[in-house]
């Protein structure tokens, strides 16, 4: 047998096999992990839309005349409406901000989901399958809360009519959209002056 003989004679069964053994094991791996990166994916297209509702409804909120206290949204998927309550009363002379709404977690600006929802202050918005189109991946029911804080001037014990109004809005899927995931809410701020 010569040299040039030897070169062009390939791969021997024992290595074919064992090259055979390890790309099995590596798409085996990558298969274990199309679940995972599905399911994160889908997570994500749903946090996504949480967050694109909290801030459609915070831009109405902050899209509102200073005096409003209450207003009709717009429509979401199912063409409801809700109506949105701003009041936040702040007792005179107003030395500690006032708060209405959703009540936070502990002493932090994150809206408690574990409690009911406060009337007025909460609503639930859906996202349907347009007629006759491909099924949205995000199709649902959103619950939408928010909380408000409000600060008011006084100069001398009497009220300016200025101050601001810190605006927490949280959205997230009524449920969960995929199985065995917690839906977690998005939080958007925003502070509204006068």
């Not at 309550?85 to 030395?95: G, I, L």
């Not at 600060?151 to 969960?176: E, Q």
């Amino acid at each position: 047998m010569n040299r040039g003989n030897r070169k062009n004679r390939g791969f021997s069964l024992a290595e074919a096999m064992v090259a055979i053994g390890v790309l099995s094991v590596g798409v085996l791996s990558l298969a274990r992990l199309v679940p995972y990166a599905t399911r994160n994916d889908y997570g994500s297209r749903t946090d996504a839309t949480g967050t694109f509702i909290a801030m459609r409804e915070l831009e109405q909120m902050i899209a509102q005349p200073w005096g409003v206290t209450s207003f009709t949204d717009a429509a979401d998927g199912n063409s409801a409406t809700a109506a949105v309550n701003m009041s936040c009363a702040c007792a005179d002379p107003c030395t500690t901000p006032g708060e209405a709404g959703a009540p936070f977690v502990g002493g932090t600006e994150t809206i408690n989901y574990s409690v009911g929802a406060v009337n007025g202050y909460q609503r639930t918005y859906t996202i349907v399958q347009a007629t006759g189109n491909t099924a949205k991946i995000n199709m649902g029911s959103y619950d939408v809360r928010w909380h408000i804080t409000c600060y008011r001037y006084y100069v001398g014990g009497v009220a300016n009519g200025g101050g601001f109004d810190k605006i927490v809005v949280a959205a997230r899927p009524s449920g969960s959209l995929v199985p065995g995931m917690i839906p977690i809410p998005a939080h958007i701020r925003a502070v509204r002056m006068k």
